[in-house]
């Protein structure tokens, strides 16, 4: 009788070959399903339908809108870089899931005040991820690189404070 309960208390489960504890009225829980078992989660999340996953894909992403209030939208990936004398230019950066389209701000520090920035001349792409630097002597500020999508650049660009506008 000894040996039919110790055989009873450890069973070789048919499909993972892990032994599995059976008491004298309750079994303990396993981690893995049985092969006539139904597995506790339906794995709905996994199996959509072709045809609702790539018109998800397919769902334009637009770019970040412009902020009501008269500063820059939040971000991340962009470059802040200040001229030495209270004024500080925001440049690029990614929104939420989206590149930002407000992406050329100045902010002044004598009056605590952004300012969206509309240069003459071709700004850089829309980018994240780049390089930004301030030539205190030539009172310019050049942009490095930096990415979009699946696009990475290598292109220098200038900024000139003096004549608000922009150079390749």
């Known amino acids: 009788q000894q040996q039919q309960q110790q055989s009873a208390a450890s069973t070789i489960s048919p499909k993972y070959s892990t032994p599995t ?7 303990i829980q396993r981690s893995r399903p049985r092969e006539d078992e139904t597995p506790i989660s339906t794995g709905k999340r996994k ?20 902020s009501i209030f008269n500063e820059p939208t939040g971000r991340w990936g962009h470059t802040f870089c200040g001229d030495g ?4 230019y925001l440049l690029g950066g990614q ?8 992406s050329f701000w100045k902010y002044t520090a004598e009056n605590s005040k952004w300012e969206d920035v509309e240069a003459q ?15 205190k002597r030539h009172s310019c500020m050049y942009v490095f690189g930096g990415a979009k999508k699946k696009r990475f650049f290598r292109d220098v ?7 608000n506008s922009w150079s390749l």
């Open 21 to 27: 504890r059976v008491g004298p009225t309750k079994e």
């Open 47 to 66: 199996t959509k339908s072709k045809a609702r996953s790539k018109a998800k894909s397919k769902k334009p992403k637009v770019a970040a809108k412009k």
């Open 85 to 88: 004398e209270g004024v500080v």
């Open 95 to 102: 929104g939420h899931n989206q590149l930002c389209s407000d």
């Open 121 to 135: 001349g071709k700004p850089p792409a829309t980018r994240m991820g780049h390089s930004c630097v301030y030539d």
């Open 157 to 163: 660009h200038k900024y000139n404070v003096e004549t």
